[in-house]
C-alpha cells in the first residue's frame, strides 16, 4: 500500500520566504514490517519505523533542521487503517485504481525557534509573523498502477478546522527502484499546489504582518509551492503472533 506522508513540512518539504522556489527534500528510512501471523486470512498489517527526516525550519525557510523520523501503521482487512503519516481513515483499491479517505492534522507554524522534534514549525526568523494554528483536515487520495514500475497519486487535503488556512493537491509518481526478499528502494516525487488562503497562510505577508515583523507586503496568489524528492529504504520482518495458555 502506497501512501503520502501527511504532516507540513510536508511531503511534501515546503520552500521559499519569495515563495515558490522549488526546493527538494529528502528522506531516510529504514522501516522494519512485522505481519500479523496469528490470523493470516485477515491480512492485518502493522507496519514500525524510525529513521532521520531532513526538512525547513518552516515552510519557506532557507535552513534545514534533521528531526528523527517515527511510523506506527495498523492496516486491517477491511481497508480501516490507523497511522502516524495516513491519520484515521479507510482504503481499498480495485484493480489497478486505489482510494482512501482519511481524518488527520496539519501542523502549525510558530514564530519562534521551537524544539528539533516539535510538530510544528518555526523559527525566530518569523518574529512578528504570528502563530499559524493547526487545522484538523481531510484527506481524499487516489492512486492508479500504471506499471510495476510506474505509480501514480493525487491526494486532496482539506481543512475541517481553521478553514481560512486554505486546502492544498499534491500529487506524486512512485517508482520502485529495486525490490528483493530482503529490501525495498523506491523513489517517490510530489508536487504540491496550494490554494489563495493556503499560499497566503504560509507565504504572504499581510499589512498587519509587515508592520510587526519588518517584512515586505506580499499577496500570494494560488499556485505550484513545492517539489520533492523522497528515497526510502524499506526492510521487511516476519513476526509471529502466540498466546499463553
Not at 481499498?92 to 482519511?102: E, F, I, M, P, R
Amino acid at each position: 500500500m502506497s501512501n503520502f506522508e501527511l504532516r507540513h513540512k510536508f511531503p511534501y518539504s515546503l520552500s521559499g520566504r519569495t515563495l515558490k522556489k522549488m526546493l527538494p527534500g529528502a528522506l531516510l528510512a529504514l522501516l522494519a514490517t512485522p505481519t500479523l501471523a496469528a490470523e493470516p486470512q485477515q491480512g492485518n498489517a502493522l507496519t514500525l519505523g524510525g529513521g532521520v527526516d531532513v526538512t525547513p525550519l518552516y515552510s519557506g525557510s532557507d535552513e534545514n533542521r534533521v528531526t528523527t523520523a517515527l511510523l506506527l501503521d495498523y492496516s486491517m482487512h477491511n481497508g480501516f487503517f490507523v497511522s502516524t503519516t495516513r491519520g484515521i481513515g479507510y482504503g481499498n483499491s480495485t484493480g489497478k485504481l486505489d482510494y482512501s479517505t482519511a481524518l488527520s492534522y496539519r501542523a502549525g507554524r510558530k514564530d519562534h525557534d521551537v524544539d528539533s522534534d516539535s510538530l510544528s514549525d518555526g523559527s525566530d526568523d518569523l518574529r512578528g509573523m504570528g502563530d499559524v494554528k493547526g487545522s484538523a483536515i481531510g484527506a481524499l487520495g487516489l492512486g492508479y498502477k500504471v506499471t510495476d514500475w510506474l505509480h501514480l497519486q493525487l491526494q486532496a487535503e482539506v481543512p475541517f478546522s481553521q478553514r481560512d488556512n486554505g486546502a492544498a493537491v499534491h500529487f506524486g509518481i512512485i517508482s520502485p527502484l529495486y525490490n528483493s526478499s530482503e529490501n525495498t528502494v523506491t523513489m517517490a516525487l510530489t508536487s504540491s499546489w496550494g490554494t489563495g488562503n493556503y499560499m497566503q497562510t504560509y507565504y504572504g505577508v499581510s499589512s498587519s504582518q509587515s508592520a510587526a515583523s519588518g517584512f515586505s507586503q506580499y499577496d500570494a496568489g494560488s499556485g505550484i509551492y513545492a517539489v520533492n524528492t523522497d528515497r526510502i529504504l524499506t526492510h521487511p520482518a516476519k513476526v509471529k503472533l502466540t498466546h499463553p495458555l
